[in-house]
């Protein structure tokens, strides 16, 4: 069965009462223009907000602070914004329909996390969709994946979708994501975006976090409306389609609707929006759920950051595991588009191990394909990988370059049915290329559930989902260093530390012999040391996506391996930089 073609349709309201034409009024209500703008002049005017909008661009999201949970906190994302943004991405919509669309209405439907700015800055790109012409869906507390679905879903007719979320940032921060029928918007959809919306912001007068201007202004049309959209119980449907995939995936012949008795799994969602996957998919479904904890939504995040990449939350998702016996954990990011587990023994499966899980299942249904993954995959997973008879594309770090790639590999003609990055964001082909941490958790689920249904052994590995990574070889060390780069104007410099870096390699990696530079490197450069006796170790030195950074990753086969590549690239090449570079992190 295809994603998006379950039996649980989206479920939607009276006709009339769910989208009534909403009409905007004939004349906007004057909002005074603020002196203090005004005495700056148009044109220093004008350019400042156009800065501050593009300053909330994100790769492909938008990101900014929307509360001041301390006074350090300056709010960049304020309802003004939001409410400008909103107008932006109908606007956008607008743009990209088809000429026999005419003037057909677009329909947007809007979620959110439960950060504690959400329901202030909703409201406001709620607002702002409507006031530009658009019908309205609120569905509320939801997921990033959730509101991909609320476009594709038997019968829908939403023409665009936003998630309010800052994914697992600290609480203060919030943003938006955004996706059409065709999946998430890209970088240049996103500058498109913020450009329209800083021009309007700008024409308005409106200062963005002037007490005086901001929300009053969003506040003034607000009232001028007479509707804003309806709620949706978006993620009731959502969890329809997710039990439906169960029910299919595993086909039990005793009891088809409750393919999941006798099953015991626990749900950790870090107080995001995940906990629905415990009580309205896995429950259901004749799971026992007891121990799941912090199902809760609170935008304060009071027990861990949800983040399966963060050391702590995980170690609180094995506790749980360990404490109520369970047979799987499950550990999702604020949003739910990022997911990680832990098997009955305790052992966490994130990064690496998680990328060769989910790689076994799809190489099993789809022999010989492609994985693409991250530029700081280990070796160890590119040996798994082939000896499953699959290839390996090691591409960039950001999980859009990677789903990106493989959508360039299917369209070249190349097999390649997952992309997924070590942070935990994977999209599968058959999942519409769509970074989903619940549809991952439910590929994850059925595949235990058939291992059980075995009768296991699995070559002595048991009914654990572990037992299917036997054959991966991990390495003995790793480790992770972010070198701040001092100037302001980083990108050049950290540009001209990788060419020196490369340079160095050329010439010998500083009379490191053992040291080659890998044939084949998307980001940065990717350097593979021979530690002897058949071990192998790596080092990526790289520029941070967006932070003025460069990351080094250090793998090694041996003990002590990392300090001393680590040591040889500080003292024969990185401290050549130690003018431009803070190397305390080394």
Known sequence: MSPGRGSGGLITPPACARGC????????????????????GPTAATADTLAAFKRLQNGSDIRGVGLKADPSHVVTLTPAAAYFIGRAFVRFLRGRAAPSDGAARMRVC?????????????????????????EVEDAGLSTTPAMFYSIIAPGSRVTGAVMMTASHMPLQNNGLKFFTAGGGLEKRDIASI???AGAMCADEGVVLNDPTSDTAFVLNRAIALPAIGTKVPLLEAYSSHLRSLIIEGVAHADHPNKPLEGLHIVVDAG????????????????????GSQFLEPDGSFPNHIPNPENADAMAAAVEAVKKSGADLGIIFDTDVDRSGIVDSMGNPINSNRFIALMAAITLRDHPGTTIVTDSV???????FIEGLGGQHCRFKRGYRNVINKGIELNEAGVDCELMM????HGALRENRYLDDGAYMAVKAVIELVRLRMSGCDITNGGCDLTALLRELREPAEAGEYRIKIKDADFKPVGAAVLEGFKAWLDKGAGGESAWSLDPVNHEGWRVSVDEGAGARGWALLRASLHDPLLVLNVESDVPGG?????GHLLESFLSRHKDALDLSAL
Not at 271 to 287: H, M
Not at 378 to 383: D, R
């Open 21 to 40: 034409a909403v009409r905007r009024p004939a004349a906007r209500r004057a909002v005074p223009r603020v002196a203090a703008y005004l005495a700056a």
């Open 110 to 134: 809007v979620g959110s996390d439960p950060r504690l700015s959400g329901p202030l800055l909703r409201a406001a790109l709620l607002t702002g969709l409507a006031d530009e012409g658009a």
């Open 194 to 196: 913020v450009d329209a």
């Open 271 to 290: 107080n995001g929006s995940g906990g629905f996957f415990a009580d309205q998919v896995l429950a259901p479904l004749g799971a026992d759920v007891s």
């Open 377 to 383: 995959t280990s070796n160890g997973l590119t040996s």
């Open 421 to 424: 990055e070590t942070s935990g």
């Open 562 to 566: 990392v300090a001393k590549i680590r």
